[in-house]
């Protein structure tokens, strides 16, 4: 069946450090990947997007990478900063399909100043 | 520019009662999409609304799930009667366009059926 594995651990870092959060999937043939922040009592956020052609995507201090081999993206949060506390999600869309996101559990993020 | 606004933030309701969420998507976008996220679980697709149009509502639970879009623009989803399992929190989502564009989020409705 497909997964979407993500590390229900939370992450705790020291401000200015980079954060790492890793995404891993089984039985997909994904179009494109997502990630999303997610703060308490909100909805997500579209951070980036990275198609199964592209194997790195930056924005700002954030960068994504997608490895079809592996099954795996990772995302990257540089310089980071208590602000960036949050839950970050990420989503895969299948080619084949009606392109809707299916998404990971989702794994929290705490900065520490 | 105004987001995805949800109504109600929050809905406490009796089992077997009825409840009907509200989505506003942003202007002009002709994709609407509802997912709901279980406590403990992934956000889970329900249904894809393009224009009044469902094109794609297989993650609907069950027949006790109804969502309409008339003309085009707001969205209800309707749980009747709502059950204990039905808990958790709604999102509506609206894009320009349903490939690859980025969905835009609302903040949720909370439903807890008692």
């Known amino acids: 069946s497909q997964k979407i594995e993500q590390n229900s651990e939370a992450l705790n870092i020291q401000e200015g450090k980079t954060a790492t959060l890793t995404c891993n999937y089984t039985?997909?043939?994904?179009?494109?990947l997502q990630w999303y922040r997610q703060d308490p009592g909100r909805g997500p956020v579209f951070l980036l997007l990275i198609r199964e052609n592209e194997k790195e995507k930056r924005k700002e201090r954030l960068k994504v990478t997608f490895d079809t081999t592996l099954k795996q993206s990772l995302f990257h949060i540089t310089a980071s900063q208590p602000a960036d506390s949050a839950t970050y999600l990420c989503?895969?869309?299948?080619?084949?399909?009606?392109?809707?996101?299916?998404f990971g559990r989702g794994t929290s993020l705490i900065v520490h100043p | 520019e105004a987001g995805v606004t949800q109504f109600p933030s929050h809905s406490v309701i009796e089992k077997g009662q009825t409840v009907t969420l509200r989505c506003d998507p942003i202007?002009?976008?002709?994709?609407l999409y509802w997912y709901r996220r279980v406590m403990g679980k992934e956000i889970k697709f329900l249904l894809h609304?393009?224009?009044?149009?469902?094109?794609?509502e297989s993650g609907m639970p069950n027949n006790r799930f109804l969502a309409e879009r008339t003309g085009g623009t707001y969205s209800t989803l309707k749980v009747q009667p709502a059950e204990l399992e039905d808990s958790g929190v709604y999102f509506c989502?609206?894009?320009?366009?349903?490939?690859?564009?980025?969905?835009?989020f609302g903040p949720g409705t909370r439903l807890t059926v008692l």
């Open positions: 989503a895969l869309a299948s080619s084949g399909g009606s392109y809707i996101p299916t």
């Open positions: 989502a609206s894009s320009q366009a349903s490939a690859h564009n980025e969905q835009f």
């Open positions: 039985n997909y043939s994904p179009a494109y």
């Open positions: 202007s002009g976008h002709d994709n």
């Open positions: 609304f393009v224009k009044e149009s469902k094109q794609d």
